[in-house]
């Protein structure tokens, strides 16, 4: 194996790690999440995964030789960045929506 292909293995299986963490946080927490908060949690979710979807088309080469993504890294660097700054910002509101009606509700965030 080469060592391109060692690296996107890892990078590959760090992904997967992610959605395992995310998936299994999901499971335990969802229902407990207030419907007010919702939204921005499945934004910041949307936006990290397109981020990793970017990301590893990068790595894997799959935009054309002349595409833009690969001939102007300004782009390629919105692309990639800017959908974790977004969902850098979901989730800062995810967690105050979370936290503010978990304190004003006494403990149950419902």
């Known amino acids: 194996m080469t060592e391109k292909m ?3 293995a890892v990078e ?3 992904f997967l790690s992610y959605a395992c963490v995310l998936l299994g946080w999901l ?6 999440v207030g419907w007010d908060a919702r ?12 981020s990793l979807a970017a990301d590893m088309a990068s ?3 799959l935009f054309g030789r ?13 692309v990639e960045d ?6 850098v910002v979901l989730w800062s509101i995810f967690a105050w929506h979370y936290s503010r009606s978990t304190l004003t509700s006494g403990g149950d965030a419902n």
């Open 6 to 8: 060692q690296g996107i």
């Open 12 to 14: 590959s299986v760090v």
């Open 27 to 32: 499971i335990a927490y969802f229902k407990k």
């Open 39 to 50: 939204p921005f949690l499945i934004g910041a979710i949307l936006c990290f995964a397109f």
């Open 59 to 61: 790595s894997l080469k």
């Open 66 to 78: 002349w595409s833009r993504f690969r001939t102007d890294y300004d782009f390629q660097m919105l």
């Open 82 to 87: 800017g959908p974790k700054f977004v969902g």
